[in-house]
């Protein structure tokens, strides 16, 4: 994070290694992003109790039609994509002003 965040950031090689991990695996690690692990271990464990909770509670998050915050399921991208069935529960937190009236829903301990 430090990297991208610095000069470097421009540096088309850290660019070229950015987009290749995005495009081509889908996702990648961000280390040193200033968050600690104790922080992440909560956040882990608070979404854990989340998706155990029965499905009445979940649907109370549900996403609303043409958007991807709150609980629901992987959407469809193309004709050739594996339908594999999967949950999920999508939150926008930064900017603060992309944040989803479904935020005020939450349970304190996960706000």
């Not at 009445?56 to 043409?66: R, S, T």
């Not at 900017?95 to 706000?111: N, V």
Request: net charge positive; charged share 25%; with cysteine.
């Amino acid at each position: 994070m430090q990297r991208l965040n610095s000069t470097d950031s421009m540096n088309p090689e850290l660019q070229k290694y950015l987009h290749f991990a995005a495009k081509d695996w889908g996702f990648f690690q961000l280390i040193n992003h200033g968050v600690s692990s104790s922080a992440v271990e909560k956040m882990k464990s608070k979404i854990q109790k989340f998706f155990q909770l029965p499905l009445e509670e979940k649907a109370k998050f549900e996403q609303l039609p043409g958007d991807t915050d709150g609980f629901g399921q992987l959407f469809v991208v193309s004709d050739e994509q594996k339908l594999d069935w999967a949950d999920m529960f999508c939150l926008k937190t930064s900017p603060t002003h992309l944040r989803k009236p479904i935020f005020s829903k939450l349970f304190l301990s996960f706000r």
